[in-house]
């Protein structure tokens, strides 16, 4: 399973809040099989992101179809009129991992936490 995040990119003149619902609405416009579960997360920075989980072969085919189906939810969904998104891709969480788990540094330094394979 794979979760894939897809930015959405409020209109110039400004998009107001997103509905409560729109999770809903997403995975609603994806078949029955295709999605596992879909958020929105409409306060993260710099844009809100829509999280989609779902079972794909290959990272490539999972973060293409998320782009179908965030696609299809801007040009269909009436409360995204105006929308649009950015990439859709699987996040990258090792960097926050490695800095919550790394002991503090002096000032000045660059001190990464001790390596498990070394």
């Known amino acids: 399973m794979y979760l894939v995040h897809a930015t959405l990119n409020a209109p110039p003149a ?4 997103l509905a409560p619902g729109l999770a809903a609405s997403i995975r609603a416009l994806a ?9 929105v997360h409409p306060d993260a920075e710099p844009a ?8 794909a072969d290959r ?8 782009a179908a189906l965030v696609r299809r939810a801007v040009d269909e969904l009436p409360e995204l009129r105006g929308w649009d998104f ?12 490695e800095r919550t788990l790394a002991p503090a540094c ?3 330094r660059n001190c990464p936490g001790p390596v498990p394979s070394s």
């Open 14 to 17: 400004g998009g107001g809040p």
């Open 31 to 39: 078949g029955p099989d295709q999605v596992e579960h879909v958020v």
């Open 48 to 55: 809100p992101v829509v999280g989609v989980f779902l079972v």
């Open 59 to 66: 990272l490539a085919d999972a973060e293409r179809r998320t």
């Open 86 to 97: 950015g990439p859709a891709e699987v996040p990258l969480i090792a960097p926050f991992h």
């Open 106 to 108: 002096p000032a000045g």
